[in-house]
């Protein structure tokens, strides 16, 4: 292991394996809810999410798809001119509803100019086998990802943040996904209350058993107006909030645990400054990046050198 890109399998080499040209991806907001919110499964949402952390400016539900889809290309192509795009469905759920709307937003999103595929934010129980159907004729003619919001792989984590679903309903659903031939995606948060080191590291060999193409991961982070914040507030003790050189620690002890073909996306989130409570570690995602690859580096970890089948 002696090169930066044979240290852990990075995103944009596995884009390289589909795209000729530099592709990127411009977030969406659809104007989706989540039944964890609309009282199909609960109220309230999951107690860690506020959705503003994750849309930039030019992503507004007033806008429609087309427009959110200009305004982010015109944020990216001063830097690359002859830049593609994915259209990233990515504020709340984004399989949740009607099948025949959800087919008029994927393809407004795809007839725009310059976007050469999707990916799909959602949750494990918004998966029915209907729209399974039409992914899978869609993923024929074009890039597709499904990113499922798995969080943990410990149900009495997701009770505990309100998440709405068991681990068992992730792994049903990545599984099916998969099935179709279809690129599928995981999303976990690493140090959520209640998990230690130990159970944090053991979750990548359960995850690493299913039929995941790509995994994002990204450290807990306190954000107002949250129930978390609230709890946090309340019972500081029962969280344990990584200070940065801890957490490049157990990321490094996380990627030696996973499969060695799993492609990682990110290993840290940026919430906006306004929003954040803690940790703010005051690193770019890339800064993060390159701390973790000269660690790795001084102490000869690579992705899978701990993975058991």
Known sequence: METKSTLY??????LKRYFSYKVQKISLNAGFTCPNRDGNKGVGGCTYCNNQTFNPDYCRTEKSIT??????KQFFAHKYPEMKYLAYFQAYTNTYGELEDLKRKYEEALSADGVVGLVIGTRPDCMPDSLLDY?????RHTFLLVEYGIESTDDKTLCRINRGHTFHAAADAVERTASRGI????HVILGL???????IVAQAG?????????????????????RMALEYRQHPEDFHLFDVEEYIGLVIDYIEHLRPDLVLERFVSQSPKELLIAPDWGLKNY??????????????AYQGKKYEM
């Not at 399998?9 to 596995?14: G, S, T, Y």
């Not at 427009?67 to 982010?72: A, F, K, M, T």
């Not at 359960?206 to 949250?226: A, D, E, F, N």
């Not at 800064?287 to 000869?300: A, D, I, S, T, Y």
């Open 183 to 186: 690129l599928t995606g995981g």
């Open 206 to 226: 359960v995850l690493s058993r299913l039929p995941l193409t790509t995994l994002k991961m990204h450290q807990l982070q306190l954000i107002r107006g949250t």
């Open 9 to 14: 399998n990075e995103f944009p080499l596995f």
């Open 67 to 72: 427009r959110q889809l200009e305004e982010g």
């Open 193 to 199: 209350p209640g998990e230690t080191h130990e159970s």
């Open 135 to 139: 992914l899978e004729e869609m993923n």
């Open 287 to 300: 800064e993060f990046n390159h701390r973790v690859q000269k660690r790795m580096k001084e102490l000869g």
